[in-house]
């Protein structure tokens, strides 16, 4: 589906709020488009007013007193042709009264009272009274009302277009929030449910960018975009009816401007969407480099890669920079720069237009058409300058949202909400061929049974498929052949999160939230209550590890819990696993960072634990599975070695080599 559809789409959402926003913009703008009309109104037919003909009247309403008699203009006399008894014309800046009816139109010149009128190759002379300003201010009373009535009007129009727009501003603004929170909340779910092999291949920067900056990015769309796109097309709608009106010839040629702007749209966004592409990309990319670095700082300080790091950045940074500067040259020429030319050239051809005619004698348009010409002129390319400069905008949410699009159609694993009886936790392995790429199998015809309260361990060098073991069972990844099952039935028929919902797993490395202790071990799961939590702390010791904390179960934990030690993190983890009372229990080399002591501590919780579980462990010390029920041993992929800790050590095979070696070490250690 093509992208724009798709942002459409989201719109769609918010369609009423956007739609009653875009109807108060088309008010303002008509507003604004009707100003101009008010003006030349004013102009034209009231400042310019009285040079009009007159009619002899009898009646004093809206009449003038001049000598003796009174005089209305003929514009408000009501009969079709009245009898015209006087006319008025202007010369210079004085205006001039002649008891008879002239024509309106010509060129005239004044010289000793007489009046010469050259017209369509006529020329005619009329005996004509200079009024003074009393008198010609007299001849403006009637016209005062209206015109103040018309000013009220003017500034009552920008009055009703200032206030509809500052609607419509803040209801496009509403609606364009929605819109970003909603997709804001559709890219953070689908990052819950993509499978964990997603993750392998992009890093978690690129994802940050994509529902942090490429959001905000089509929020621009929904806002500056929309708002000036649909203020233009109805100003330049307004703007050409009432330019048509005024004289179709002119608007003609002024239309050329809208398929020059057409086609400069196209050659835009041909290069500005390649442009922007690589930006994003890029701006993806440095944030990813930023996470990376700042997780692995004190790596980069302890090796002194700091020059090195910061040389890759600095690659990063350029190539977006020279991008930028492509784009920001590409923008210039978009701008100012061309709405400018165009805007010198519409200005050209007015003065060709209206000079030739003056100067030809030709020209029969009012003073107060001039004035509206060139404030539409003015006004047209308000909304060009707008629409053009959004171009820059509409790609960037264009090539925003492709990304958005990308990742919201990647295939994830819908988070079901269907809970299954607890299981008992029994488990087989029966054939299982698994590999991270195609056809590089690291788990090769596995076969494992494990009965109900039993204490499986996985032993094995690094990289033998112990941890890969456990991932299957969780079903972080599928099996490639074979099947696993639980009580008999397949796990690949049984829902992700209904499977893991009777299952914990305790990590080498334990990963604590930010938030409380007691926010970590609940992870707001309001079946855990803080009695559980209590509870489960205890049941591992943990109680007497963390004592010292001022605020126990309230006790703040920064990221990562950076300010709890190694061990305290693991016991949180430890009790976090034990408070969801699981069916079955993964514990993935999770003593291996722990001290001795802390070690004995949930050693000797574990034996309590484990009554009523199945409990996997991924052994690193060999001496914390001593009492495992069961021992596999992999290497390459494969089981080598299965039996107890005393079976094994008999057979004085490779369990046998590595608890010999381990135990030589730990004695030259103590040594």
């Known amino acids: 589906m093509m992208t724009g559809k798709r942002l459409f789409q989201y719109a ?37 007013g009285i040079e009009d003909h007159w009619v002899e009247t009898e009646d004093s309403d809206k ?108 209801l496009l603004q509403v609606a364009a929030n929605r819109i970003i929170q909603k997709m804001r909340n559709a890219l953070f779910k689908k990052t819950q449910t993509l499978p964990i092999s997603y993750f392998d291949n992009v890093p978690a920067g690129k994802i940050v960018a994509r529902i942090t900056n490429d ?27 009432v330019m048509f009106i005024l004289d179709a010839r002119l608007a003609v040629a002024f239309t050329l401007l809208i398929p020059i702007v057409i086609v400069w749209m196209f050659i835009y966004r041909k290069f500005a969407a390649k442009y922007n592409h690589v930006i994003r990309s890029k701006n993806s990319e440095i944030n990813a480099m930023i996470n990376e670095t700042i997780q692995g700082l004190p790596i980069i300080q302890a090796f002194g890669r700091q020059n090195k790091t910061a040389s890759e ?98 295939p994830g694993i819908p988070v079901s909400d269907e809970k299954m009886k607890r299981y008992q936790g029994n488990v087989s392995f029966r054939n299982v061929y698994f590999g991270y790429k195609e056809g590089e199998y690291v788990l090769k015809d596995i076969n494992i049974e494990a009965k ?24 972080f990844y599928d099996v490639n052949k074979g099947e696993i099952l639980i009580d008999g039935k397949n796990i690949q028929d049984i829902p992700h999160q209904t499977l893991r919902d009777h299952m ?69 983890s430890f009790a976090r696993a034990l408070a969801f009372n699981p069916a079955i229990l993964i514990l993935d080399e999770a003593t291996s960072n722990i001290d001795t002591e802390t070690e004995n501590i949930i050693q000797h919780a574990m034996d309590v634990l484990k009554q009523g579980r199945t409990t996997f462990i991924i052994a690193h010390r060999l001496s914390t599975i001593k009492n495992a029920d069961q021992i596999y041993v992999l290497d390459k992929g494969s089981i080598v070695e299965q039996g107890t800790h005393d079976q094994l050590m008999e057979r004085k095979g490779k369990y046998f080599q590595m608890y010999q070696l381990q135990q030589g070490n730990l004695i030259n250690q103590v040594s």
Do not use: C
């Open 504 to 572: 914990a797993i305790v990590l080498q490395d334990p990963y604590l939230f930010t938030g409380t202790i007691y926010s970590n071990i609940s992870l707001n799961d309001p079946r855990i209550t803080r009695e559980k939590a209590e509870a489960a702390l205890k049941a591992v010791g943990a109680d007497r590890v963390l004592r010292h904390l001022e605020k126990g179960l309230d006790e703040p934990v920064i990221e990562k819990g950076s300010t709890l030690s190694s061990g305290e993190r693991q016991l949180i």
């Open 63 to 170: 009449s003038v007193e001049f000598a003796e008699k009174y005089y209305t203009r003929a514009t408000y006399v009501e009969e079709e042709k009245p009898e015209i008894s006087a006319t008025i014309l202007q010369s210079g800046r004085s205006f001039y009264f002649i008891d008879e009816e002239v024509s309106l139109e010509g060129k005239r010149s004044i010289e000793n009272g007489i009046m010469t009128i050259t017209y369509d190759g006529k020329i005619e002379s009329y005996e004509a009274r200079k009024l003074t300003i009393a008198e010609t201010m007299n001849f403006y009373n009637p016209e005062i009302p209206t015109i103040v009535k018309l000013i009220v009007i003017y500034f009552g129009l920008f009055v009703i277009a200032g206030v509809f727009r500052y609607g419509q501003y803040v």
């Open 452 to 475: 109900h309260g039993e204490t499986i361990a996985f032993v094995g060098h690094t990289g033998s498929g112990k941890s890969s073991l456990m991932n299957l069972l969780f079903r």
């Open 313 to 410: 950045f600095e690659h990063l940074n350029n190539t977006h920079f020279e991008y930028q500067n492509k784009l920001l040259v590409l923008n210039s020429l978009s701008s100012g720069n061309l709405v400018g030319t165009l805007q010198t050239i519409v200005f050209v051809i007015f003065i060709w237009y209206f000079g030739g005619a003056y100067l030809s004698g030709e020209l029969a348009v009012t003073i107060g058409v001039l004035y509206a010409f060139v404030d539409y002129i003015i006004r047209l390319f308000n909304p060009i300058y707008n629409i053009v400069n959004q171009f820059a905008n509409l790609e960037r949410a264009m090539v925003a949202g492709e990304r958005v699009f990308k990742l919201l159609d990647e």
């Open 12 to 48: 769609l959402k918010m369609k009423g709020t956007i739609i009653i926003a875009l109807f108060l913009l088309t008010i303002a703008v008509v507003a604004e488009v009707l100003s101009p009309l008010v003006a030349k109104n004013v102009i034209d037919n009231h400042i310019l």
């Open 215 to 241: 959001t905000e990015a089509i929020r621009d769309l929904y806002v500056a975009v929309l708002s000036n796109f649909f203020t233009g097309f109805v100003y330049l709608i307004g703007i050409y009816t």
